[in-house]
Structure formats: structure tokens, C-alpha cells
């Protein structure tokens, strides 16, 4: 690897990676087997994505797993994918808690049975002082259930009377969304050839930068993953502002 000059400017590593992980099914159709072999195998591309992303110091990564609009699948598929979550719970924790991840979900977690949401619950508990890596798993999610969502928790505030209506603004609906926590993705992932955002982070990815490839979940590989790490290394993000503006401030700067 050819070695970098002592002045090179550090590299752009995005704080905050957001996926959408797609093409499970075609992966598993493609070889003439059943869609549940392609999640499966999606299980396992989790795994290199999270190894990519603890190795190149990516601190935040959420991964779009099962939208609230998945619930309408045909009964066998979402049965198998529950049994494959909660195997998947039950098996990755003990290795995520060990490598210092931290495990949230976000999602409507009413929608998923008791056992679920216990061992969701119970995941969250164990890993909630790790720092390595912080990972969200978007399941039974939804943009606009999260928007619905914030909105009606200041809703109540406002008929508790401890909320003004004249005080709520873009800040503090941004608080009450899921990762409000967390800055925005930088970067947006989507495997599986489609274009598009299917209800993820509606709120949150207002100036992430959007990346798109045709590589199915299950082919997912360190090379693809920096592939698209190097296209924003590259790219200038300019916030509504001009290119002047943004050459101006510090580089890495968040202007915001
Ligand atoms: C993504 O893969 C995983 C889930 C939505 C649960 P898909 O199951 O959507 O795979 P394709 O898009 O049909 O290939
Ligand atoms: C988005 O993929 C949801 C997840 C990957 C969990 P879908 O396969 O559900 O999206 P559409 O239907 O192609 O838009
Ligand atoms: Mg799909």
C-alpha cells in the first residue's frame, strides 16, 4: 500500500453510517432457494459491516433491518424472520457486549411478541456502557411512524399544559426522534439496486450523503464498503451553503 505524505489531510470517515440492507430475497432466488436462505445469509453480511465499521472507527451504525411496512409480507416469510431475529439475539449479543458495541433498537417494538421484547430489552442492558461501536437495529420502523411518533409525544405535553405550542420548533421535534442522541448519518448505504429511501430515516437523513450499489446484502464485503466510504471521502457537503462558504470553515467542520 503505497505510503501517505506527512501533510495528507486525515481521512473523511463518516461518524455515523446508515443502511439499508436489501436484496436478501433475490440473492436466495437467484440460486433457485427459498427467500429465508437469503436472510440468513443477510445475518451473516451483518456481521462484515460491523467489522468494517469497528476497524475503520465509524462510531455509529444503524441498520435498516424490517419496516413497518415488511409486517405485510406473506405469514411464513415474517414468521421466519422472527425466528431468525430472535436466534440472531440470542446468539450475537455475548460477541457484540464483548468488542464494546452498544445495541439499541428503534422501531414499534409493541408489534413484536413477548420473547422479542424481552430479549431486545435485555440486549439494550447489557451493552449500554460499551462505546465502541454504537448500533442501532431499525426493526418494525418506519420514518413516518418516528415522525407520528415525536409529534405525539409533545402532543401530550401540550395537553398536559406543560408544553407551549408556541415552543415547539425543528429542535425540539428533532429531540423526541429516534437517535435524537446521535449527529445525523453522514453517509446512507443501500445494497440491492433500488433508488430509493422505503420509510428509513425520513427526518434524520435530510443532508446525509446517499450512496447507492447494485451488489446484493448477502455480497457485502470490506472492498464495497470502502468503495463507498472513499466516494464521500470525496464529495463536498455544503449544508445550503455556498462552496466558498464551505471552503472557508475548518475542514471535517459540520456546518449545521
Ligand atoms: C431485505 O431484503 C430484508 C428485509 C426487508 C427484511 P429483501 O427481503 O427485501 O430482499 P429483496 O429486495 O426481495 O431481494
Ligand atoms: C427496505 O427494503 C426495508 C429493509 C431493508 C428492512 P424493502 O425491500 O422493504 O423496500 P422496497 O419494498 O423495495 O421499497
Ligand atoms: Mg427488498
Given amino acids: 500500500m503505497p505510503s501517505e505524505p506527512a501533510n495528507a489531510a486525515p481521512a473523511r470517515i463518516p461518524r455515523h453510517l446508515a443502511v439499508i440492507m436489501d436484496g436478501n430475497g433475490r440473492w436466495a432466488e437467484r440460486r433457485r432457494r ?27 451504525l444503524t441498520l435498516f433491518a424490517f419496516s413497518s411496512e415488511n409486517w405485510g409480507r406473506p405469514e411464513d416469510e415474517v414468521g421466519a424472520l422472527m425466528k431468525l431475529f430472535l436466534n440472531a439475539l440470542e446468539r450475537e449479543v455475548e460477541e457484540l457486549d464483548r ?39 431499525a426493526a418494525s420502523y418506519g420514518g413516518r411512524w418516528d415522525i407520528a411518533q415525536a409529534a405525539r409525544s409533545l402532543a401530550a405535553e401540550v395537553a398536559a399544559g406543560t408544553l407551549a405550542v408556541e415552543a415547539i420548533d425543528e429542535r425540539l421535534l428533532a429531540s423526541r426522534m429516534s437517535l ?5 448519518p453522514d453517509l446512507f448505504i443501500r445494497t440491492g439496486g ?8 425520513l427526518w434524520q437523513l435530510a443532508y446525509t450523503e446517499l450512496w447507492f450499489t447494485e451488489a446484493l446484502w448477502p455480497e457485502l464485503d470490506a472492498g464495497l464498503l470502502q468503495t463507498a466510504l472513499d466516494d464521500f471521502a470525496s464529495r463536498e457537503r455544503r ?8 471552503a472557508l470553515a475548518q475542514p471535517n467542520e459540520t456546518v449545521e
Avoid: W, Y
Fill in 194 to 201: 433500488d433508488t430509493r429511501i422505503s420509510n428509513f430515516l
Fill in 34 to 60: 427459498p427467500r429465508i436462505i437469503g436472510h440468513r445469509a443477510g445475518a451473516r453480511a451483518v456481521n462484515v459491516c460491523i467489522d468494517f465499521c469497528i476497524a475503520r472507527g465509524v462510531q455509529a
Fill in 99 to 137: 468488542r464494546g458495541v452498544r445495541v439499541r433498537f428503534i422501531g414499534e417494538r409493541e408489534r413484536f411478541s413477548e420473547k422479542i421484547r424481552e430479549r431486545m430489552a435485555a440486549a439494550e442492558r447489557q451493552t449500554r456502557n460499551n462505546t465502541v461501536l454504537h448500533l442501532s437495529i
Fill in 180 to 184: 435524537a442522541e446521535l449527529p445525523a
Fill in 239 to 246: 449544508f445550503g451553503l455556498t462552496g466558498a462558504q464551505i
